[in-house]
Nanobody, 127 residues
Framework: QVQLVESGGGLVQAGGSLRLACAAS????????MGWFRQAPGKEREFVAG??????????AYADCAQGRFTISRDNARNTVYLQMNSLAPEDTAVYYC??????????????????WGQGTQVTVSS
């Protein structure tokens, strides 16, 4: 079981940026597909972005809400995955969770596909 620890959340004004980081305890981190999800009050947890490895290159996927504004990346040497969030809006306010699953080639977009989760980090965007 890999341990995931998120950091980088906080309060930001609309239009601002934040970079979230998720540090993993697993030495085989490079073999994991990693994802970012978020959960706003009263709503279900939803997929934001994911990153994996296929045919020798990184592949990534984004939810419509993140496309063009958020960028997911990873540093396998540091066992860390990042989520750069730009042009933030109040509707981006949520707890953001890092998730991981062993295996690559595909990026899961549902919570059921991931079996390792961080504790979450709060992102609040003021208008």
């Amino acid at each position: 079981q890999v341990q995931l620890v998120e950091s980088g959340g906080g309060l930001v004004q609309a239009g601002g940026s934040l970079r979230l980081a998720c540090a993993a305890s697993e030495r085989t981190f490079s073999r994991y597909t990693m994802g970012w999800f978020r959960q706003a009050p009263g709503k279900e947890r939803e997929f934001v972005a994911g990153i994996s490895w296929s045919d020798g290159i990184y592949i990534s996927a984004y939810a419509d809400c993140a496309q063009g504004r958020f960028t997911i990346s990873r540093d396998n040497a540091r066992n860390t995955v990042y989520l750069q969030m730009n042009s933030l809006a109040p509707e981006d306010t949520a707890v953001y969770y890092c998730a991981g699953k062993m295996g690559y080639n595909t990026i899961g977009k549902t919570t059921y596909e991931y079996d390792n989760w961080g504790q979450g980090t709060q992102v609040t965007v003021s208008s």
